[in-house]
């Protein structure tokens, strides 16, 4: 198997990860009012620092899946972002389940809590099964 087949699974999983967060970002971007009554059965709130915060957390998951269209394109180099993709889909995870079982959030957060939890697995497996070489 030459570099390059080797390299087509990995392709498709960041560029699948990639969209996974574009899509994911996309509503509470551009609608945060609708964000609010999917994730958490309430009407959005008139707070505008509530408001700041929430397109800001998921402008940074937006930016997340710019990250994982570069990891798409050169998957050796872009290692470190792997990284920190991996590590915050498990703390995502953590968060929107702990909001879940504290009765804050609805259960479709789970839905996407569950999506990051297999997205951190896979950076997770990539990283364990392809070593820096040096």
Request: hydrophobic share 55%.
């Amino acid at each position: 198997m030459n570099s390059q087949s080797a390299k087509k699974p990995l392709v498709k999983l960041f560029l699948v990860a990639a969209i996974y967060n574009f899509l994911g970002a996309g509503v509470p971007i551009v609608d945060p009012s609708r964000h609010f009554e999917v994730f958490f059965q309430v009407t959005a709130s008139n707070d505008p620092i509530l408001m700041m915060t929430t397109q800001a957390f998921w402008v940074t998951v937006f930016f997340f899946g710019i990250g994982y269209y570069m990891i798409a394109r050169d998957p050796i180099h872009n290692r470190g972002i792997i990284w920190l993709g991996a590590i915050g889909k498990v703390y995502v995870f953590c968060l929107w389940t702990w909001h879940y079982v504290a009765g804050l959030t609805a259960p479709f957060a789970l839905i996407g809590a569950t999506g990051d939890l297999v997205f951190a697995t896979l950076f997770f497996l990539y990283l364990k099964n392809n070593p820096v070489e040096n």
